[in-house]
């Protein structure tokens, strides 16, 4: 079922539009925007804990409501639905796109530069990355959160995982260090096991040992651990020229399918042999 359910998802996000309101992102938004209209639980959520714990309701009640029906039809159908509220993204496919559209060589020789920023913008504004970040390394970050991530929960705890995972993803918080921390921790395995990817699917030799200096003692910022994964996984210019960082994010693209072609195979496996149901 985890296979069905992840390969349906997979090309439904890419086919079927689902409207902004219906996203899991705006649906946890109106979900805290009602918590702050009560003044009882407003007091319970002044404290870091309880605005996590409200926050991930919903996610436990679908958990727990599927339990109660133990109906395998209907957990499927609410999997599915709920892996694609989680990680559609049209905001952002529409700006990839258009990044790629400004970087076409028109009849003058000239490609749209100001677009292309305006989109890199865009991307950044995504995950809160400021004009350091290459378009290249917010696409790697972007797939790790919002696919990845999600998919890695899902097969690990079931709908309700991905949907904690996304709930704290993307809900209204304090930008403080303990918000910092939690979502190191939650980004902390899909980021190895993404980079681990990377480089089976990639250059080996030369993410390795990144890979192994990021499980060490010492902790690293997650977007950085993808970030130099990626580079040294598929190695391509850095500079600063449109041309480059267009080829660039092509290229991080293209290993990020194959990064994904992979872990979908090794599902297919683990299926086959009844590891995963």
């Known amino acids: ?3 069905l359910a992840l390969l349906l998802t997979y090309a439904l996000e ?3 539009q689902i409207g902004r309101n219906w996203q899991w992102r705006r649906v946890i938004l109106r979900w805290q925007h009602w918590q702050f ?29 599927l339990g109660l029906l133990g109906n395998s039809l209907i957990s499927f159908i609410v999997s599915v639905a709920g892996l694609l509220l989680a990680i559609t993204l049209p905001k952002v ?8 559209a400004a970087g076409i060589v028109d009849d003058r020789g000239e490609r749209d530069e100001a677009t292309m920023a305006m989109h890199a913008r865009t991307l950044r504004h995504q995950i809160g990355r400021d004009e350091s970040a290459t378009v290249a390394e917010v696409l790697v970050y972007i797939h790790l ?3 990845f991530a999600v998919f890695l929960y899902f097969l690990l705890f079931g709908i309700t995982g991905a949907l904690v995972y996304a709930t704290l993803r993307d809900m209204r918080q304090p930008r403080t260090a303990s918000w910092r921390s939690v979502h ?5 395995l899909p980021t190895r096991l993404m980079g681990f990817g990377f480089l089976l699917v990639g250059n080996f030799s030369q993410g ?27 190695p391509y210019a850095r500079a600063d020229e449109p041309h480059d960082a267009q080829q ?28 995963l149901p």
């Open 93 to 100: 496919r529409s700006a990839y796109r258009g990044y790629l």
């Open 184 to 188: 190191q921790i939650i980004d902390w």
């Open 1 to 3: 079922m985890y296979l």
């Open 14 to 16: 890419r086919t079927v």
């Open 208 to 234: 390795f040992p990144i890979w192994l200096s990021s499980i060490g003692n010492q902790p690293q910022d997650n977007f950085t651990v993808a970030s130099r994964l990626a580079a040294a996984a598929e």
């Open 37 to 65: 209209a009560q003044p009882k639980i407003a007091e319970f959520r002044a404290h870091g804990l309880g605005q996590m714990v409200w926050a991930i309701i919903p996610a436990l009640l679908i958990g727990l409501l």
């Open 248 to 275: 660039t994010a092509l290229n991080t693209v293209a290993l990020l399918k194959r990064n994904m072609l992979f872990f979908l195979v090794l599902v297919s496996i683990l299926t086959i042999v009844h590891w």
């Open 145 to 147: 959160r919002y696919y």
